[in-house]
């Protein structure tokens, strides 16, 4: 079953929304709590991180018995060099965006921590698409 | 499922409730439907929040009690009253006349809830001393511990195992009334509430085996009991037949107040009141939006107990009178030795059992189940309008949906659906509104000039 959200770059009010719906989806198909919450954490970070670097993006969820698989594609600056930014407390966020409390280079170290599988490509100049999948049964 | 087992306090009156959509509205977790013209309360779904009682129109929603005459069934009756009680009081009415028209009333011992909190403030900075997973959850408020188990299931190991005021109280006053002599049998420990999360863990404790209080007096009930014996006397000196009745230190006072825990917790605390806003605080917490949180003190009831639906007075009112009396108290001590003498004893029975989660949320036990009916979920929404007006008697859409997918709904509830099948000719007008008067009543659609706003309305 797929789910599909729209991103707003810029907008971090709207930020978790997506992670708030899917939640809600996990919770009603009764999904172990805490495994629920690897997927929302994972999902909420990168949901931030299109929020804040990118024009906008699009969310897709897509549940099996088994299984999650998130698809978050954006279009924006892309990631020049992925290994950096994997690094914990790396990050390129602006002062104003660490000053509203997000860009403190833990973005992509988080997800890779919540998810059981975490595949990242970019076009520098065009774009960032991230998949994740956890399993349920973990 | 055990869920049939939890007691509710909330109940519909159906000779007042004339079916309207305000308390369905308003339920935060959904638990209402109209049946029959009726409002009906899912019982494994309802916190016992009292939104429902807020919201009605007509008070055809009740909180159950105890049959004050119980309280005669006891040597010793000892009424455990929250500070809040006090604040709806006008200032010029001492706690001391309060007291003694109790006393008159009947109790024999009268003892406040938030005498405890001092050694409750103790035992969970100590905890917090214990590096326990942040943030810990208050676990004052019933109805907050109740939402969090049945809409936020991860977040129940957040809980302090600790148990709130009242229940501390009761243990103490028991023990302290058999030390003095009674027997267990001729002491009645009765609670006066400010709300109905209160007496459904009362009667339906979470967590806990042991439970001190033998009923619950609903504080409404009693405070016109007390203000009718006030206003009648000519005579206002107080004659209290109770020998001390110790003071409440500031810290007590402000206890049920917003801020009353979070202020004197260890690391960074907050404060919020009101359901709603708990819910959209807890939405954030589960998805790690916020973090390093330490403590955060989470109430039902808008200005907390004070906003509990069982009080008489203005909630902002009552909050004042209460801040002004503490201020009054401030940096002052009253050692009652017997609450000391108790410490240990306190100390010791004030363990909250772990709490389990019970999830409304869930579609059916079996992922792959859940999954098929989510799909039929949204394949219903399709049709159904959005407009979420509650005419098919589900709060939203939404609802409808699912209530369709646990085969407690038709699709032909929605009354636009009708309209679309009456077009078809799938659905005969007669029987259209057979299924409205299913949902709202018989003959509900009939001219009625004595319903609320009408022209002949009470005649």
């Known amino acids: 079953m797929e789910f599909k959200y729209d991103v707003e770059g810029g907008n971090f009010a709207k930020a978790g929304h997506a992670a708030s719906a899917v939640k809600k989806v996990l919770k009603q198909l009764n999904v172990n709590p805490k495994v629920i919450k690897r997927v929302v954490v994972a999902l909420y970070e990168g949901e931030v991180n299109v929020v804040a670097h990118a024009f906008k993006g699009r969310i897709i969820a897509d549940i099996d018995p088994s299984r999650i698989y998130i698809k978050i594609e954006d279009q924006g600056p892309g990631i020049p060099d992925i290994d950096l930014a994997m690094q914990v407390g790396y990050s390129t966020a602006s002062s104003k965006v660490r000053e509203m409390g997000f860009g403190a280079g833990m973005g992509l170290p988080n997800m890779k921590k919540n998810a059981d599988k975490l595949q990242i490509s970019s076009n520098v100049g065009k774009g960032t698409v991230v998949e994740l999948t956890t399993y349920f049964n973990s | ?459």
Not at chain 2, 85 to 106: A, C, T, W, Y
């Open chain 2, 1 to 459: 499922m055990s869920d049939e087992q939890f007691y509710h306090a909330l109940k519909v009156d159906e000779d007042t409730c004339f079916g309207c959509t305000h308390c369905m509205h308003d339920c935060p977790t959904g638990a209402i439907r109209l049946r029959n013209g009726k409002a009906t309360i899912r019982k494994d779904w309802c916190v016992d929040c009292g939104e429902c009682m807020k919201s009605c129109p007509v008070d055809a929603i009740y909180v159950e009690q105890d049959d004050f005459i119980e309280i005669f069934s006891y040597k010793y009756r000892v009424a455990i009253v929250p500070a809040v009680f006090f604040g709806q009081f006008p200032e010029n009415i001492s706690e001391e006349r309060i007291l003694s028209v109790m006393n008159e009333l009947g109790f024999t011992h009268v003892f406040q809830a938030e005498h405890t909190v001092d050694i409750i403030n103790e035992v969970i900075l100590e905890f917090q001393d214990t590096k326990p997973e942040k943030p810990l959850i208050s676990s004052f408020c019933p109805a907050i511990v109740r939402l969090i188990q049945v809409k936020f299931p991860a977040l129940v190991d957040h809980i302090v195992p600790v148990k709130p005021p009242i229940d501390a109280s009761a243990a103490f006053y028991k023990y302290l009334l058999i030390e003095k002599g009674a027997t267990a049998e001729e002491i009645g420990i009765f609670y006066v509430t400010p709300c109905a999360a209160k007496i459904a863990a009362v009667k339906s404790p979470v967590g806990d085996d042991q439970n001190y209080v033998d009923g619950v007096i609903n504080m409404d009930f009693l405070y016109n009991k007390v203000y009718q014996v006030l206003k009648s006397q000519t005579n206002t000196s107080s004659t209290i037949k109770q020998a001390a009745f110790p003071q409440l230190t500031s810290k007590g006072l402000k206890w049920s107040l917003t801020d009353g825990e979070a202020d004197h917790m260890k690391g960074r605390c907050l404060a919020i009141d009101e359901i709603h806003n708990v819910i959209d605080f807890l939405e954030r917490l589960e998805n790690e939006e916020i973090s390093d949180v330490d403590f955060l003190e989470l109430r039902a009831c808008d200005q907390s107990c004070a906003g509990g639906v069982l009080l008489s007075g203005n909630r902002f009112l009552g909050v004042e009178r209460l801040r002004n009396r503490a201020r009054a108290l401030e940096n002052k001590t009253f050692q009652t030795e017997e609450l000391e003498s108790f410490r240990n004893f306190i100390k010791k029975n004030i363990h909250l059992e772990s709490l389990s989660p019970r999830s409304m949320m869930k579609l059916d036990e079996d992922m792959s189940a859940a999954l098929k009916k989510m799909q039929r979920i949204r394949h219903i929404m399709c049709f159904l309008p959005g407009i979420d007006c509650g005419a098919c008697g589900a709060p939203n859409c939404q609802s409808l949906a699912e209530d369709i997918v646990r085969k407690e709904a038709h699709l032909s509830n929605c009354v636009f659906i009708q309209r679309m099948m009456e077009k078809t000719r799938k659905l005969s007008p007669d029987h259209a509104i057979r299924l409205i008067e299913n949902t709202w009543g018989k003959d509900r659609l009939d001219k009625d000039c004595k319903k609320k706003g009408a022209k002949n309305e009470g005649m």
